[in-house]
């Protein structure tokens, strides 16, 4: 009996020793660490909700280009990080090395069927389903898209001006997301969630929870074996975001079989699949459902951010305005066409600009899939290793970008686009992974 204390002490000590040997990863592999704490490494302000992850970065980024180094590493916890800031080495990875770094790094477990869509699964299965999917996004699909887009702007129109005459102060970002929303149900469900006049709906209610934050699930699928916590019953969503998807993914595919219905949209091009016996319906269910949610964040993020800069810089909102208005002047009908959108270069510089101020993803992941030897080094990245692509902190970065706080759409100018590197500006992340949905 006299032993336990210290039996206990022991173990205390044991432990103490091991996770500081974690923390010692990236020294022991002669890379450049930022001293992790204990238990949360280097992401303590982001599990307390101070600063995002992104945030917490920036300051290793800008030590590690101080020191001249191409790449530096942090800690998730206990997990290492590979944090590289080169655009060059960031090029090789996501490109000519992308075999090594084929996964985005998500939490997936075969239990849950929702884990199974394109931004989740990984190597010969993301490969598959990636060409599975891609003719969903034809020009000739956009298009077509493009009509159905173009009666709900009327609605918003008519939302917007009657908010103007109120005169009162409106929440844009809810707004933006209401059409958002309104958008991508019925491109991809066919369905008319109509968001902008009911803001309590349902789909615009489980799309907030999708991306509500959730530092407990985070904390364990850090801390926690993925194979174990999925035996447990952790899944990829919650469970009522995944009931909600089902439920709604389900009836609608049900509907068109039963009523043979074609709307020449995804979400025919998903059932085609399965009568081909390409696609189960669990997957089908899970493809949709991350077209909901990739889909709307991050368009009305963007189109918030430039709405802002649009009221608090007047001359640029006047440009974009003769543009479109003289694009409506040249045509019969007086409306935009599709086929106009190529000819917005000002309204498109805008955008990007957009994207590069406010990325809406502002970094992006990848997890080593295979032993990579970075080049020119003898660093080994391990299989399992993240690695945090810093997109946001190269977008404002002054080598890059001139009085990067500044929203300037002549960044994006032929000249200056085209004097940079190309991989300084990867809002839609890079490579073969590439947001082909942008
Ligand atoms: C402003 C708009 C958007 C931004 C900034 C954006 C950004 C991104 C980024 C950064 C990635 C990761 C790319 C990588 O890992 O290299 C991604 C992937 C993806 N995005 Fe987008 N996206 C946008 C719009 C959309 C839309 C409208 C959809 C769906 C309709 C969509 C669906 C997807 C999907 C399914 C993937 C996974 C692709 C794969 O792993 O093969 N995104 N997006």
Sequence with gaps: MIWWPVYFLALCVATFLFLKY???????????????????????????GKAKIIEICRKYYYDLK???????????????????????????????????????????????????HLFNVEGEIWKNLRSKLTPTFTSGKM???????????????KKTGNYAKTGKPVEIKEHA?????DVVATCFFGLDSDCLNVPESEFRKYGKLIFAPRPVRFVMEM???????????????????TKFFTQVITETVAYRKKNNVSRK???????????????????????????????????????????????????????????????CKKNQSGEVTYDDLADMKYSEMCIYETLRRYSPATEVPRCCTKTYTVPGTDTVIEKDTFVIIPAWLIHMDPEFYPNPEKFNPE???????????????????????LCRYR
Aim: aromatic share 14%.
């Design 223 to 241: 801390l926690i074996n993925w194979n174990l916590l999925g035996a447990l019953g952790h899944t990829f969503a919650p469970k009522k975001i």
């Design 22 to 48: 974690k923390h010692n990863y990236w020294r022991r592999r002669g890379v450049r660490q930022f001293e992790p704490e204990f238990f949360f490494g280097n992401v303590r302000e982001a599990v307390q």
């Design 143 to 157: 298009k077509g898209m493009y009509e159905i887009l173009y009666s709900l702007a009327d609605r918003l129109e």
């Design 66 to 116: 101080k020191k001249n180094e191409l790449y530096g590493g942090i800690y998730l916890f206990y997990s290492p990080v590979l944090l590289p800031v080169n655009p060059e080495l960031i090029k090789q990875i996501l490109t000519k090395d992308f075999e090594h770094f084929t996964s985005h790094g998500l939490f997936h477990h075969e239990n849950d069927y929702m884990h199974n």
């Design 265 to 327: 949209d995804y979400m025919d091009l998903l059932i085609q699949l399965q009568n081909e016996n390409q696609l189960n319906e669990k997957e089908l269910i899970a493809n949709t459902m991350v077209m909901y949610a990739a889909g709307f964040e991050t368009s009305s993020t963007t189109t918030t951010f430039l709405m802002y800069e649009l009221a608090k810089n007047q001359d640029i909102q006047d440009k974009v305005r003769e543009e479109i208005l003289g694009i």
């Design 177 to 181: 997301a209401c059409f958002g929303t």
């Design 411 to 433: 960044n994006f100018a032929a000249e200056h686009k085209h004097s940079r590197h190309d991989f300084v500006f990867m809002p839609f992340g890079g490579g073969p992974r």
